[in-house]
C-alpha cells in the first residue's frame, strides 16, 4: 500500500467566471477568475484534509493553462499527471455562474465543447500511472464528455482496478450532457468495476428505474453489482441561500446503513460543489480509516456541509476545521461563537 | 396600432450612487454608479421583456448625461425622446442609497432639485412623439417635482390621449416632494385622462381619503373616473432583507379582483425599484394580450418581486426568465435548484 | 464638571484585515484594512453619539501608526494622548477576521505579542490627563496584554477617580491572553475603584465562580464592591448570520434592574465590536442623562444591537439614527421601511 | 442616400477577459469583462462621431450572448442585424489580454474557435439588408474565421456593392488565422468590389509582395483595382506604453496623397483596437464630407491615436473630443491643460 | 500669538468623483469618493506639516455632510467652524474628474451651484472666530462662488486683518465661474487687505493686464499694494503624466526675489491640488519661520511637486517626507532608492 | 547528480501589504496581500524557469500561515521543509511597500521581529534534507535575522556543502538589521563555504572595504575565497518608474568577466524582488548549463529587468518568456509588438 498518491481522480479542469456578489452575468464589469471541476473539487478537498492526491487531466499549454495549474498546486493538489495541449485549437472549458437569490435561481452557461480534455488519451501517461495511487475517482460527467473521454476513463477505471486501487464513482448525472438512457447504458457497464458508488436518489430512480425507497434502491445496486460502498446525498433547498444537507451511507459488507441528522439551515454562499465536497470526505473517511463507514459518513456530509459556505467550487476546509465542525454539529451544550 | 413604440415614459432619470455591500454613506472610499429614476424602470423592465420603449426626459449636456444615455440604451430603452440641457447650469439628479440590515433601515439622501428636467416643455419634441406610442406612462413623483414638470407631465398625458395612447399613472406619492394635499388636488385633475391607475392601500387612505376595505378602495376609483385598471402591490417588509410581495388587480371592464399567492420569503438584495418593475410586468402583460388581467398581475407580481434580488433600480429579467418564475411560483411539485 | 473630555479610555488599537465577503484568510488577494480595539470602538462610538472623547494608547511612529491615527481622527476620537513609539522594535498589534456562514464560524487570528501598546506607562502623559475627563474606562483585555498594560491600567484607574471621574470597566474575559484565575485575582483588585461594571453571565459564573440567577449575580457584585451600575449583555447566537441582542442593567442606588424585549433576528453583518458598541450606548445614556438607568439600557441595546450590521469593529450610529432605533424597537404599529 | 444606416459591419464580436493593471493572465482572481471585435470597434467608433451604425454578426441565445448584445447598445451600435445561434454548441469567441511594460510585450491568448460567427449565412438576413446602408465594412479577419464566413462576408461585399454601398475593407492580416499565401489569394479575388481599402506598409510587402516606397504601393493598389482611397497607418512602438501613430492616405481620384504629423508620445493605456479605430476615423470623415480626404485623415490620426489612451477595445471619444484633440495637435500656441 | 489656530481658511468643499485609472467618466461602473476644494486642500497640506487649522464653510447635515466632516477630520483639520444647512434643498457641490493621457486631457465636469456654501454668513459664527487663527486664507474661487459668498469672504479678511491675522489670498482665476473683468474688478478691491499674494503669471497678464516681464509683474502688486509675499508657480505640461513645476517668489520687504531648480519629469498621478499644496508649503514656511522666504520657496515647491503623485485633492505628505524631498532635491550625490 | 531538487533555499518568508496603485500606506481602506522574501523570490524564480526548488523556512500554524503555504505551492516551490510553528507566540513577518512616484520615492515598513524564522534549527530538519538538492542559496538578510537564524544559516551552507551541493550566498546588506561591520565580520566567516557570490559594488566597496574599479574588486573575491562566480547587479534609478538594470559576472575558473547591453528604459511596475529574480536567472544559467556563464549573465539580466514590471516581490516568467525576451534583447531587427 505504499503508492505515492492516496488518490487519483480523471476529469476536466474548467475554468468559472462569475460576477461578484449578486451581479448578473448579462450585466457588470468584472469576473471572478477561479477554477473547478467535479473531480477536481474531490481531490482537493481530500488534499486539504491532508492525503496525497492528483488530478488526471489535459488543459492547453497556454498561459490559461498555466494559471490553472498554478491554482491546483495552490490547492494542494499534485499537477504530475496533467498533460498539455499545445494544438493550435486547444481549448479549456469554460462555465459562468450567477448566484440566486429567491426566487430567482442560481444560473449556468456552459462552454465546454472541443476542450482539450476530450483528445486525453490512455497512451499520454506512463504505465506506472495505474500503479501510483490507492484510489481511482471518476464522474459521469468525465464519461459524457465525448466518446474518446469516456474510453479513457473506462480504461483508466480498469488498469488502475487491475493494479488494486480501489475504485470510485460518482453518477453526477447532467441532462445537458447526455440522455438517461445513455447514461443507464454506459453506467451499468463500468458498475463492475466500482467500489465506492455516489447516487442521489433522483438520479438512481429516474436514470436507473429504480423503485422502492431510498434504502432499497442503495441497497440494491450492491446487489446487482460488487459494490461496497453507496451513498447518497439528501439536499432540501429551502432556497438559493439556505439548505438543508445531509446523506445516507450503506455498506455492503456489514449490511448496515449509516445516518445521522442532517445540517440545517446552512448559509449559502456558493452552493457549487458541496456534493463533490461531500465525496472528498466520505473519500476521506475511507481512505484514512479503512472500514469506518461512520467516519466517512460524518466526514462527508461536514466537508458538504461547510462548502456552501464558501465561493467558488473548490473546498477550504482543513482536518481541523472539519473535525470542529463535525463537534459542534453532534454537540447539544453551549457553543463558542468564534473560533478565536 | 402600428405606432413605433408600445410605451413610453416620461420622468426624471437619476444617477444613483452607494456604497457596495453593507458600506455606509458616510463612510468608505467607492461608489457604485448607476441610473434609475421611477419612469426609466418600468420602460427598462417592459423594454427587458420584449416590447419597444423609450423614456422622455431632459438631461444635461455632459459627460455624465453621456454615461445616462448610454446605460439608457443598454437596457434596450430608446434615447430618441432624451433632450439636453446645454445651460451652464444644467444639472443631474443624484440619489444616494444605503441597504439596510435589521435593525437598520435602508436610508436614501436626495440631490435632486435644480435639475434640468424641471425645464421639460412640450414644445422640445415634434408633435409626432405624441402619436408615435400605444401606451404612455408617468407618476405622481414627475407631478411633484415643479410646476414646469408637472405642467408638461399633464399636457403630455392628454395629447398622448388624443392620439389613442393608454394613459398609464403610479400616484408613487413622496412626502418630502409634496404634502398630501397638494398630491391629491393635482391627481384628481388628471384621473379623467388615466386608464391604469396604479395605488397603493395606504396612499389611498392617507392622500385620497379612501375608506372602506381594499377592494372597495380600488373599486371606487373606477366608479368615479374612466379608469379601466386599478393595481395596488401589498408587500410585507419582515426585514431589510426579507419580504413578501403581492398584489391586488381590478379590471373594471369585467368587475373582477385578481389575486394569487404573493411571493413570500423574497431574498432581498435591494428593494429600490421593485413597485416600477411591479409596474413593468402588468403594463407587459396588458399590452401584450390586451385585457387578460391574470397575465398582468402574473408578469407584475413576478416582476416585481425579482426586481428586489438584483442590486441597482433597474430590472434584469427577460421574457424566459420571468415565465419560468412564474412557473415555478405556480408549481407544486419538485422544482429544479438551478437553470443550467 | 468641565472638563475637556467626556470620556477618555486607555487600550490597545490594532489593525484589522480582513478578506470581503465570504473569503478565507487562508485564499484570496486584498484585505479589508481597518482599525478596532474593545476601548477604541467605546469611545469612538460615545464619540459619535455627541460626546467629546479621547483615547489613550501608543503606537509606532510609523506610515501605519500615522494611518491607525487618521482613522481615528475620522470617528471623531481625540488623538491628543496617543503617544508614539520610535524604538526600532516598535509594531501594532494585527488581528485577521473572518466572517463566518452557519455551520462555518467566524475566525480570529492575533499576532499582538511584542506591541508598542505593552510599553505604555503613566510618565509619558502630563499630570493634567487625569484631570481631564468625566469618565475613564478600560477593559480586562488591557489588564491582560502584559505586566507594564496593566501596572498603567491600574495606576490610570486609581488617578482618574482621586481626580472625581467615573471609572467604567468591561471585563471582556479572553482566554488566549489569560487564565481566568489570573484574571479573577487581577480584577478583584482593581473592583472597589469601578463605578460601571460590565460582566457577562457566563464569566460571572466561570471566573468569578459566581452562582444563583442572573440578577443575583449582578447585585452581589455591588454589594461587595461600591459599585453603581453593573451591566450584563444576552447574545443568542442563532447563526453567524443572526443573533438576538439584549441586556439586563441593575442600578445599586435604586436597587432596580432595567430591562426591555431583545432586538430580536439581527442580520449581522460583522458581529465584532458589538459588544464593546452595547458599552458605549451604556455609558453615553449615563454621561448625558445622569442616573437614567433605562435610557442607558436603550442607548446600550439599541447601539450594540445595531452595530452588528456594520462591517468592522468600529461603531457608526450617530444620536439620530439610535434614536430612530430605539423609536421603531419600542413601537407596535405600522414602520416606514426607509429612512429617506 | 436616404438609408437607414450610414455604416454596417460584418464581424466577430468578442469577450474579452484581461486582468486589470500589471496583472498577468496566470495569476491573479479577477477580469475586466469587456467586448471587442475588429468591425464593432470601427462600427462603435463611428456611432460616437454621430452616425448610424450597426453589426452583422452571430451571437450565441445565451446570458453571454445578452450581455454581449447589451454592451453593443451602450455604444450606440444597432442590434438589429444580430442574429442568434440557439444550438447547444453555440459559442462567443473569447480573447484573453494581458498589459506589456517594457521589456515585457502585451500577450493575447485566443480561443476563438468553434464560434457561432462561424455559422454565419446570409440566408439568414431580410434582403432589405443589403439595401439599408451607405456603407458596407468588413475585414480580413472574417475572411479567414473559416470557409462559411468568408463565403458569407463575401457574398455580402457584392450585395451590398450591388445596392450602391461604399464597401470598405481592412486587411488586418493575422498569421495565426490563415498564411500570407492564402490571404493574398482570398483578397485579390475581393479587392474589385473594394473603394476604401486599409492595408498596412507591412502586410503590403509579406503579403502582396509589393515593392518600392510606400507610395508607389499604396498607388499600385489603385491601379490594379478599382479603389479610390488607400490608408496606411503608421505605428512607432517605442515601448508597451509609448507609441507614436500617424497615417498615410491616397485617393486615386485627385491622385493625392495626405499626411501630417504624426502624434508622438501617446501615452498608451491599451493599444488594442486602435488601428480599428483609426479605421473608424477615417470612414466618418469619407462618410460626413465625401471627398474630404485630408478630414478623413486627420479624423482618423485622432481618433487612432486617442484610442490607445482608453482602455478596452472599443473607442469612447465623441466628435467634440476628437476635434479638439484636432485643433491641440495643429495648434502651436500655448495649450489648456484639461478640460473643464 | 498664543491663537488656538495658526491658519483658517475659508472655501466650499466638494465631493469629487473620478472613475478609477483611466477608465472614463461616461462609462464605468464605479466612482472613486473623495474630498476635495482649494481652500480645504491647503489647510490640509499645511495641517500634515504640523500646524493647527480648520476650515470655515457650509455644507448639508446629512449623511453626505457627515462623511465630508469626517474627511475633514481625518486629515487632521478642525471641523470646529463648519457649519450645517439643515434647510430641505441643502447641498453639497460635486465634480467628476477624468484622468487624462496624451493626447487625451484630464476633463472636468462641475455640479456645484445652488449649494450650501453660497449661503454663508458671518453671523452664523461666534465672533471670537475672527480672533481665532495667526492667519487667514481665501481664494478668487471663493468670491467668484455668488454675491452671499463673496460678501461673507470679503468681511472675513477684513475682519482677520482687525484682529491682527496674516491675510493670504490665491487668485485661482476660473473662467467658468466669472469674467476676467469681474474678477479684476473684485480683487482689486481686497488687495488692500492681502499680506501674502498667490497669482500666475497668466492670470497677472490677462486679468490684471499686467505687462513686463514676470518679476516687473510681481514687484509691480506689491507696489500698488501693501503686499508683503508675491508667489507665482510655474508649471510645464509636458503631457498629463509628466510635468515639470517650480516657482517664483518675490518679498516686498527684503525686495528679493527667491528661486530654484525645478522639479523636473514628476511622474504625475493626479495633478489636482497640486496649486494649492504648494501654497500649503508656502504658507507653512511663513508660519513656522515667519521671514524665511527661501524656507517658504523650497517647502512650496516640494509640496506642490509631491502632490502630483498622489491620487485625490488632498496632500498626503508630512514634514518628514517634505524635508527629504527637498534634501534629494537639492543633494547632487548618490541617492537612496527608496525609504526603508 | 540524482537528488531530488535542484535549489534549495533557506530564508524568512514575509506577507507584503500593499496598497494598490498610488494610494499610500497612511490612507485607503484595502492591502494587496502578497507573499515574498529574498530567498524565496529566487527559488520560485527558477521554479517557473523549470528546475525542482523548495524553500526552507518555518511559519506560524495558523490560518495565515496556511495563506503563505498555499501562494508558495502556487509558484511551484516545494513545501517539503517548511516547519510550522506551534507556539502561542509564533508570529508571520510582514512588510508593508507603498509604490513610488518622482519625486515620492517608495517606502516600506517592516514588521519583522519575534517572528518564527528566528527559530528554525536545524534539528527541525531530517538530516536527508542535506542530500537533496545540487544548490543551497542563502543571503545577508538571513544571517541578519538573529543569532539562532544566522547560527542555523551557517550550519546549513557547511552541511549542504559536505554532501556536495553548490553554495549560493547574495550578501543583501541592509543596514536596518545590522551594521556593515557586523555584516562583513560574519560574511568573510562563510565566504570559504561559497561557490557563487552576489555582492553589488556599493556593498563591496562600504562593508568590504574594496577599493578599485569594479572588475578589481569583483575578481578579488575570488582570490581570497575560493569562490567561482561573483555577479553583481548594476541598476540605474531614473525614477521611480524608469530604471536601467545590467549587471557584471565574474568566473574564477576562466577568469573572464562578462556583460552585455543592459536593459534600459524599464517600465517599473514594482522593483521590488528584482534583484532576487536576477540570482534566479544565475543560478537558473549555472544549474541547467553548468559553466555557460554567458547564458547565466543573459538569463539574469532578462529575469531581473522583466520583474520590475509585474506587481508583487515574486517572479512570474516562465522560460519561453524569458527567452523571448533575451532573444528582443540581443535583436537588432524589426520586432513584434505582441505575443500573440
Known amino acids: 500500500m505504499n503508492k505515492p498518491f492516496d488518490l487519483l481522480a480523471l476529469g476536466e479542469v474548467l475554468l468559472r467566471l462569475s460576477p461578484s456578489g449578486n451581479e448578473r452575468l448579462m450585466r457588470g464589469e468584472t469576473f471572478q477568475k477561479q477554477v473547478g471541476g467535479a473531480e477536481l473539487n474531490v481531490v482537493s478537498g481530500v488534499s486539504l484534509l491532508g492525503l496525497r492526491t492528483g488530478i488526471i487531466s489535459k488543459i492547453p499549454d497556454s498561459d490559461i493553462g498555466t494559471f490553472v495549474k498554478n491554482r491546483i498546486r495552490f490547492c494542494g493538489v499534485s499537477d504530475d499527471y496533467l498533460v498539455y495541449d499545445r494544438d493550435h485549437n486547444a481549448r479549456l472549458g469554460i462555465y459562468y455562474y450567477e448566484n440566486g437569490a429567491h426566487p430567482r435561481k442560481p444560473r449556468i452557461v456552459y462552454d465546454r465543447m472541443y476542450t482539450s480534455v476530450n483528445k486525453i488519451d ?33 480504461e483508466m477505471m480498469k488498469r488502475f482496478k487491475e493494479q488494486g486501487a480501489l475504485i470510485s464513482f460518482d453518477v453526477n448525472f447532467r441532462s445537458n450532457l447526455w440522455s438517461g438512457e445513455e447514461a443507464r447504458a454506459c453506467i451499468e457497464k463500468i458498475l463492475p468495476y466500482v467500489d465506492v458508488f455516489f447516487c442521489s436518489e433522483d438520479t438512481a430512480r429516474l436514470t436507473f428505474h429504480k423503485e422502492g425507497d431510498l434504502k432499497d434502491i442503495m441497497k440494491s445496486f450492491t ?9 447518497s446525498t439528501q439536499r432540501i433547498v429551502h432556497s438559493p441561500r439556505k439548505h438543508t444537507f445531509g446523506s445516507v451511507l450503506y455498506s455492503a459488507k456489514s449490511n448496515s446503513f449509516y445516518v445521522e441528522e442532517p445540517y440545517r ?11 463533490d465536497a461531500y465525496i472528498s470526505g466520505v473519500l476521506y473517511g475511507l481512505l484514512s480509516s479503512p472500514g469506518d463507514c461512520r467516519a466517512a459518513l460524518e466526514y462527508g456530509n461536514a466537508t458538504g456541509a461547510v462548502k456552501n459556505t464558501v465561493p467558488g467550487d473548490l473546498p477550504s476546509s482543513d482536518l481541523k476545521e472539519i473535525q470542529s465542525i463535525i463537534q459542534a454539529h453532534k454537540s447539544t451544550g453551549p457553543q463558542l461563537e468564534m473560533s478565536r
Not at 223 to 231: D, Q
Not at 265 to 275: A, L
Open 122 to 154: 490512455c497512451s499520454e501517461f506512463d504505465s506506472r500511472l495505474f500503479d501510483s495511487a490507492r484510489c481511482f475517482h471518476t464522474s459521469g460527467i468525465t464519461l459524457a464528455l465525448s466518446p474518446q473521454a469516456r474510453k479513457t476513463a473506462v
Open 223 to 231: 446487489l446487482e453489482y460488487p459494490i461496497s460502498v453507496v451513498a
Open 265 to 275: 439551515n446552512i448559509e449559502v454562499v456558493d452552493r457549487i460543489g458541496s456534493g
